[in-house]
């Protein structure tokens, strides 16, 4: 993806990326820290959209968010491999090294800030999902 009229490339951190991701599989709660700030587009890498949109297609079931439910999902609408299969699941996992506390909303605005998103603008959809908590 680049910026149109230009051969530069959007800014984005794809570490930061991994880390939401990871934090997400790893720790139960974390989606309610991050879900106001993120949306699937807000990830550059397709692969993260599609992690990030089954994590949220997984909370609007109300079903558990761990790294089997996320793989589960995404064999069954046939997408695991295009992620990187569950090794890349498993490497998302790995490189958060403890359970994030507030780190995961700093990380989450760091994804929306250097994908181009304006900081503190909410998602419907996502007020939407904390009021059904």
């Known amino acids: 993806m680049t910026l149109e009229g230009t051969n530069r490339a959007l800014p984005y951190d794809e570490s930061a990326e991994q880390q939401v991701l990871g934090s ?7 989606i309610f820290k991050v879900a106001d700030l993120l ?10 959209q599609r ?3 089954t ?13 089997l439910t996320v793989q589960i999902e995404l064999a069954r609408r046939e997408e ?6 569950p090794a890349y699941l498993r490497e998302l996992t790995e490189l958060v090294a403890t359970p994030p506390r507030r780190r995961d909303r700093g ?3 760091r994804v929306r800030r250097t994908h181009g998103h304006p900081p503190g603008t ?7 999902l904390r009021a059904a908590r």
Do not use: C, M, N, T
């Open 51 to 53: 992690i990030y949109g």
């Open 39 to 48: 949306g699937k587009d807000d990830f550059y890498l397709a692969r993260h």
């Open 80 to 85: 695991l491999d295009r992620v990187g299969g």
């Open 24 to 30: 997400l599989l790893i720790d139960r709660d974390a």
């Open 122 to 128: 909410r998602s419907r959809r996502a007020a939407h």
């Open 107 to 109: 990380r989450g605005r």
């Open 55 to 67: 994590v949220q297609s997984l909370l609007e079931r109300r079903e558990r968010i761990d790294p």
